[in-house]
């Protein structure tokens, strides 16, 4: 059972903005400190979107963007797209890894 | 490129074993420390283990309960994971993965192999 939940689903429209939740399950809230989050298409690896909570690796969209408020954290994308339709992961590291459930992103 | 290839994956009786490999090529792999994650069929990301930079630390997912062993050679630019005592739950999709930061442990996996797929069946 992950510590980290997320929603199953959730969809928008093209141009739409969409966040998805992350929350923190365990009472050991205070070790994740940073999340991550993935993107990952059918039958391809994951792909990082964002590390230490809100940072874009070089390559990836600005419309796609990560904040943090208490025990949650959010991934929002901004101007959906297509192409962004894909299942979505967040990830904490607190002496080993964590994902958590994963969200389908689809676009209507 | 930055590219990591798996390979060592197949189909094995339960409680057999296998290692399974990843060779990584275009960066300086003795700086990085490295990850293996999983994920079963239709399901979502399990993260298995981590190795530092320098082989010096190592450290595991709890299902794993010593069955698993990550290790690195870093002169050959590769990482492995002997899997021992297979279950039919172990049948996943694995994938190595390289931490983000330099040679410091993160947790954000910034490059990833395409897998190789483990299967445990009688």
């Known amino acids: 059972q992950s510590a980290l939940t997320q929603p199953a689903s959730v969809s928008g429209s093209p141009g739409q903005s969409i966040t998805i939740s992350c929350t923190v399950t365990?009472?050991?809230?205070?070790?994740?400190?940073?999340v991550s989050w993935y993107q990952q298409r059918p039958a391809r690896a994951p792909k990082l979107m964002i590390y230490e909570g809100s940072q874009r690796p070089s390559g990836v969209s600005n419309r796609f963007s990560g904040s943090k408020s208490g025990n949650t954290a959010s991934l929002t994308i901004s101007g959906l797209q297509p192409e962004d339709e894909a299942d979505y992961y967040c990830c904490s590291y607190a002496g080993g890894a964590v994902f958590g459930t994963g969200t389908k992103v689809t676009v209507l | 490129q930055v590219q990591l290839v798996e390979s060592g994956g197949g189909v094995v009786q339960p409680g057999r074993s296998l290692r399974l490999s990843c060779a990584a090529s275009?960066?300086?792999?003795?700086?990085?420390?490295m990850h293996w994650v999983r994920q079963t069929p239709g399901k979502g990301l399990e993260w298995v283990a981590v190795?530092?930079?320098?082989?010096?630390?190592?450290y595991s997912a709890d299902f794993v309960k010593g069955r698993f062993t990550i290790s690195r050679d870093n002169p050959q630019n590769t990482v492995y994971l002997q899997v021992n005592s297979l279950r039919a739950e172990d049948t996943a999709l694995y994938y190595c993965?390289?931490?983000?930061?330099?040679?410091?442990?993160?947790?954000?996996?910034?490059?990833w192999g395409k897998g190789t797929t483990v299967t445990v069946s009688s």
């Open positions: 993965a390289r931490d983000i930061a330099w040679k410091v442990l993160s947790g954000d996996l910034d490059v």
């Open positions: 275009g960066f300086s792999f003795s700086n990085y420390a």
């Open positions: 365990s009472s050991d809230v205070g070790s994740y400190k940073f």
């Open positions: 190795i530092s930079h320098d082989g010096s630390n190592a």
